[in-house]
């Protein structure tokens, strides 16, 4: 079922999830690997990773499990925001994340620790004050699917990112 929501919503909860993220450990140059569905939690999730400056890592699971594994031993994520079935995969290949401190998990948390997307949010009228970056800052890492290849990492600079914008508002 559909959700509609306003782009007010929207704010709210990136910055909610921000403010969460920053308390969490999760900070400017943070490389945090992104394992949700297309949703409203997944647009607060990338939004509210931008505004603290964090790394928003995505890696298509459509392009199958040895290179998704692969993709994760290049980028080596310090973070993980993700579906149960994420963190589960987290839990029996360890081997795959041997840099990660933080997890978020969206949905019920089974057998392992970290926090609950539900309940780490924190939620104010005062606005957030996003964080100041350089147009050299990594500001997110993209994985192609490798369908003429290996799959790749494509590093964004946030000055790259701001002249895409500014494209597309012209």
Do not use: N
């Not at 929207?10 to 949703?39: D, H, N, Y």
């Not at 589960?88 to 089974?110: E, M, Q």
């Not at 790259?160 to 508002?169: D, K, M, T």
């Amino acid at each position: 079922r559909r959700r509609r929501t306003t782009s007010g919503e929207g704010g709210r909860g990136s910055e909610a999830a921000a403010r969460g993220f920053e308390q969490i450990g999760i900070k400017q140059g943070v490389k945090t690997l992104v394992m949700l569905r297309p949703s409203f939690p997944f647009f607060s999730c990338f939004y509210a990773l931008f505004k603290i400056g964090a790394v928003p890592v995505l890696i298509d699971p459509g392009m199958g499990g040895k290179r998704l594994l692969e993709c994760l031993r290049d980028v080596q994520p310090e973070a993980m925001v993700g579906i149960p079935l994420a963190h589960a995969a987290r839990v029996v290949l360890p081997g795959y994340f041997p840099k990660l401190k933080t997890s978020v998990t969206l949905g019920k948390r089974w057998f392992w620790g970290g926090h609950v997307w539900e309940k780490f949010r924190i939620f104010s009228d005062q606005p957030f004050q996003m964080a100041d970056t350089a147009a050299s800052d990594l500001a997110a890492i993209l994985f192609t699917t490798g369908s003429t290849g290996p799959a790749k990492g494509v590093e964004y600079s946030h000055g790259a990112l701001a002249a895409q914008v500014g494209l597309i508002a012209d």
